[in-house]
């Protein structure tokens, strides 16, 4: 007799079932059921399009092992979901080829409201499935951080770390460590409401609902979340009535048990152009540094990239560009991909050599790391006076000079905010200020004073004193 489409589906789920972790099976295939199967064509309806993120990169290979097997060779698949929870006019179509990452979109309906929450709407999480726990390299520099991430995604009614606040530079892995929690938080319970997106669109968002009288439905939807993920929350800086918005959505959250994370340049001390009140939210819960990636991290991560593009680096290659790539992980995976590009092009086994010249071009090697000692090192020299000086109240012209080039120079060279060179130089955030813009005025007239800047800065960037 033969087996419907159900029965055919079946099949290809007990293969799956063999070959998965329970735990993974119950979470991302049990719910998928089939719409069809006809002319080679198997239509499956999923829970949300996060799921076939998931799929499409994470269960691609045992997925179409058990289609080949049940259904034979050249199927095309299409998933299928539903915008709005239970309303099938919304419905969207994803297909993917005999079946391929590749995913080419085919919505038979317009997309919903993105602030409408009837039905508790499923939405998109704008996760990306590749930011796991499980490619999150481990270094003491993010050791803290990391096992901090894992113990909120593990134990999601645990809101001792509510808010969690992580910063950092620029590359040390932000992004990749808050999108590991809400990817775990998914994996584990499919049905959560878990929301990442950055600082500039959620205020965006907001501009767009108040232009057209949407901001109750904005409120709503954002009330609805059950973890939400703010990337860059330094960007709502100065923007007062994205703000106070935001510090709605917070108290909402925060006082019904919703889990909030947030990222930042900087730590909540040093945020400028903030509310005070938003501020102190921001610690009321845990707030944790990634810091710059120590050698034992930039060595690991080498060796996952190579391991994932399949290639082999010899220990003297790792160590080369891990001596010498050392502000941040991005920087670490933009050389792997120039090395591997240069590498094909050139139809060349990867060596020392052509490492040497794939870093010449993209780093500045040995580069000396610019911040407030340095520069305070070199004003100090050039000026020919003692540090020790410029932390006195002494108001003599030349320790005046050199003390308001140092401020400058700090916050032009390290972006550091004024609170924190004020605190380093024990001035007040308005001395800082009133600094920093009579440096700035008196360039655009004094001669000299653009020459001392240029010399102090030639020699910053040489190194020499």
Same mark, same amino acid.
């Given at each position: 007799m033969e087996?419907n489409h ?6 290809c789920?007990q293969?799956?079932k063999?070959?998965i972790p329970?735990p993974?099976?119950?979470?991302? =295939? ?5 719409l069809?199967?006809?002319?080679k064509k198997?239509?499956?309806m999923?829970?949300?399009p996060?799921?076939?993120d998931?799929?499409e ?7 179409s ?7 034979g060779?050249?199927v095309t698949?299409?998933y299928?979901?539903?915008?709005v929870?239970?309303?099938?006019a919304?419905?969207v179509g994803? *297909?993917?080829?005999?079946?391929s ?7 038979t309906?317009q997309p919903?409201?993105?602030?409408q929450t ?13 930011y796991?726990?499980?490619n ?7 050791k803290v951080a *990391?096992?901090i991430?894992e113990?909120?995604?593990n ?8 808010p969690l606040?992580v910063?950092?530079?620029t590359?040390v892995?932000?992004?990749?460590l808050i999108?590991?929690?809400g990817?775990?938080?998914k994996e584990t319970?499919?049905d959560a409401r ?6 500039r669109l959620?205020?965006?968002q907001y501009?767009?609902?108040?232009m057209?009288?949407?901001t109750n439905?904005f409120?709503?939807?954002?009330q609805?979340?059950?973890t939400l993920?703010i &990337?860059?929350?330094?960007d709502l800086?100065?923007k007062? $009535?994205?703000q106070?918005t =935001?510090?709605?959505?917070f108290n909402?959250?925060h006082?019904? !048990?919703?889990q ?5 340049d900087?730590?909540? $001390?040093?945020?400028?152009g903030?509310?005070?009140r938003?501020?102190?939210r921001?610690?009321?819960g845990m707030?944790?540094q990634?810091e710059?990636?120590?050698?034992e991290?930039?060595?690991n991560v080498?060796?996952q990239k190579?391991e994932?593009?399949g290639?082999?680096l ?5 160590d080369?560009? /891990?001596?010498?790539?050392t502000?941040?992980i ?5 050389v ?10 050139l !139809?060349?086994e990867?060596n ?5 010249s794939?870093i010449?071009n993209?780093i500045?090697?040995n580069?000396?790391?610019?911040n =407030?000692e340095?520069i305070?090192?070199h004003?100090c020299?050039y000026?020919?006076?003692s540090p &020790?000086?410029?932390f006195?109240k002494s *108001?003599k *012209?030349?320790?005046?000079d050199a003390?308001?080039?140092l ?6 060279l390290?972006?550091m905010p004024?609170? /924190?060179i004020g ?8 001395t800082?200020?009133?600094s920093c813009?009579?440096?700035?005025e008196r ?8 020459e001392?800047v240029d010399s102090i800065? $030639?020699?910053i ?5």
């Open positions: 087996k159900q029965q055919l589906w079946d099949d789920l293969f799956i063999d070959n329970a993974q099976y119950e979470a991302w =295939f049990q719910p998928i059921t089939s069809g199967f006809e002319d198997l239509k499956l999923l829970h949300s996060f799921v076939v998931v799929l990169q994470r269960y691609m290979q045992v997925l092992s058990a289609i080949k097997k049940v259904y060779p050249s698949l299409t299928f979901y539903h915008q929870k239970n309303e099938p919304s419905t994803l *297909r993917s080829s005999s079946p990452p590749t995913i080419v979109a085919q919505s309906s919903a409201n993105p602030f009837q039905n508790r709407q499923t939405f998109d999480p704008q996760l990306n499935p590749r796991t726990f499980e999150y390299c481990a270094g003491n520099s993010n *990391r096992a991430g113990t909120v995604a134990n999601p009614t645990l809101k001792t770390f509510n606040f910063f950092g530079p590359g892995g932000k992004t990749h999108q590991a929690i990817v775990r938080l319970n499919p878990v929301l990442y997106i950055n600082a959620f205020e965006s501009t767009a609902a108040s057209k009288g949407e439905n409120f709503h939807f954002y609805s979340i059950d993920i &990337d860059d929350i330094q800086q100065k007062p $009535a994205t106070n =935001f510090f709605h959505i909402h959250l006082q019904n !048990n919703k909030i994370i947030m990222s930042s900087c730590p909540p $001390a040093e945020m400028e903030f509310e005070d938003l501020l102190s921001f610690k009321w707030s944790v990634l710059k990636p120590d050698a991290l930039r060595r080498l060796r190579a994932q593009d290639i082999e010899s220990s003297d290659i790792i080369y560009i /891990a001596s010498n790539v502000e941040s991005r920087d670490l995976e933009g792997m991909v120039s090395l591997i590009g240069r590498a094909t092009v !139809n060349s990867i020392l050599d052509l490492a040497k794939v010449s993209s500045k090697i580069r000396k790391q610019v =407030f340095l305070l090192q004003v020299a000026y020919n006076i &020790d000086a410029l006195t *108001r *012209r030349e320790i005046s003390r308001q080039m401020m400058y120079l700090a916050k032009k390290t972006k004024f609170t /924190a605190s380093r130089i024990d001035r007040n955030y308005a800082v200020i009133y813009k009579n440096i700035e360039l655009e007239l004094e001669k000299q004073l653009r001392d800065e $030639a020699s960037n040489s190194g020499a004193i």
